[in-house]
T-cell receptor, first 115, second 115 residues
Framework: IAGITQAPTSQILAAGRRMTLRCTQD?????MYWYRQDLGLGLRLIHY???????GKGEVPDGYSVSRANTDDFPLTLASAVPSQTSVYFC??????????????FGPGTRLTVL | GENVEQHPSTLSVQEGDSAVIKCTYS??????FPWYKQELGKGPQLIID?????GEKKDQRIAVTLNKTAKHFSLHITETQPEDSAVYFC??????????????FGKGTKLSVKP
């Protein structure tokens, strides 16, 4: 694989169910991000991780959790999905080593519908 | 925190004409301003970026200008082609030393280039 992959491509989920969106990158980037994209609202940061073992909250973290056990993987979990979490979710990564600016590379997205 | 406003939300131009998208930001400390292009069904892709130590950057038909005093930056696309049709996002962040700030995105501009 090259770049960032996300799975699943799309998912329909019943409210109250647990769901994990997967994200894997092979660029050895230290930083990874999860965004949600809603019509008219652009891209909003949910959670981020600057390095394996650390995570941080973004603009809209409620209802979501993340983990970063290794450099390559950054799963996003919805513990109990609600209809307002219907959105397109994008994972991204960047190389934030000293001297690098925050150029982010995005995955293809996961379209999630919560009924 | 940082806030990024983007205008217009939609833009329609004739093939061969120029297109300009404008963004303003609120945090005068922000020093990195990328532009992303998102084609239908895909993740955003970086097309050009500018850092606060320069006022203009050009790459073939696209250019970005930055006015630090007024806290605004613009994307210029010349000789537009139908394949330029997409949603464009501006963003801003603060990067210093080895620390990267998170990107704050504008809400996007849907550009339509009519043949």
């Amino acid at each position: 694989i090259a770049g960032i992959t996300q799975a699943p491509t799309s998912q329909i989920l019943a409210a109250g169910r647990r769901m994990t969106l997967r994200c894997t990158q092979d660029m050895r980037h230290n930083a990874m991000y999860w965004y949600r994209q809603d019509l008219g609202l652009g891209l909003r940061l949910i959670h981020y991780s600057n390095t394996a073992g650390t995570t941080g909250k973004g603009e809209v973290p409620d209802g979501y959790s993340v983990s970063r056990a290794n450099t390559d993987d950054f799963p996003l979990t919805l513990a109990s999905a609600v209809p307002s979490q219907t959105s397109v979710y994008f994972c991204a990564s960047s190389d934030s080593r000293r001297g690098s600016y925050n150029e982010q590379f995005f995955g293809p997205g996961t379209r999630l519908t919560v009924l | 925190g940082e806030n990024v406003e983007q205008h217009p939300s939609t833009l329609s131009v004739q093939e061969g004409d120029s297109a300009v998208i404008k963004c303003t930001y609120s945090d005068s400390a922000s020093n990195y301003f990328p532009w992303y292009k998102q084609e239908l069904g895909k993740g955003p892709q970086l097309i050009i970026d500018i850092r606060s130590n320069v006022g203009e950057k050009k790459d073939q038909r696209i250019a970005v200008t930055l006015n630090k005093t007024a806290k605004h930056f613009s994307l210029h696309i010349t000789e537009t082609q139908p394949e330029d049709s997409a949603v464009y996002f501006c963003a801003a962040s603060l990067n210093y030393g080895g620390s990267q700030g998170n990107l704050i995105f504008g809400k996007g501009t849907k550009l339509s280039v009519k043949p």
